[in-house]
């Protein structure tokens, strides 16, 4: 069992920042990624950055040149830059665990609003 908590969240006004953390806890070893989505109200959730136990990272079209993910493998966490937000970019967002060998978790979630 993997168990994340993300932080970070809060009310930022459009063009500000904020970093999100999510820390993990349990079975951390082996190939995995560490993922951040986001789901606003009454849309589907969707990927933002992707990063894997390696250091490779993807991001969505959406977030490229703001957002920035990273991760500290001794310390199991992740973390989520986002820079120059946008009131689009209000969602609650998640941590996402995924391990090669199988199990994907997911934490509860943290807030984000950005007002205009």
């Known amino acids: 069992q993997v168990q994340l908590v993300e932080s970070g969240g809060g009310l930022v006004q459009a063009g500000g920042s904020l970093r999100l953390s999510c820390a993990a806890s349990?079975?951390?070893?082996?190939?995995?990624?560490m993922d951040w989505y986001r789901q606003a109200p009454g849309t589907q959730r969707e990927l933002v950055a992707t990063?894997?136990?390696?250091?490779?990272?993807n991001y969505a079209d959406f977030v490229k040149g703001r957002f920035t993910i990273s991760r500290d493998n001794a310390k199991n966490t992740a973390s989520l830059q986002m820079n120059d937000l946008k009131p689009e970019d209000t969602a609650k967002y998640y941590c996402n665990f995924i391990r090669l060998r199988g199990g994907e978790y997911w934490g509860q979630g943290t807030q984000v609003t950005v007002s205009s």
């Open positions: 349990g079975f951390i070893s082996g190939v995995n990624t």
């Open positions: 990063i894997t136990s390696g250091g490779s990272t």
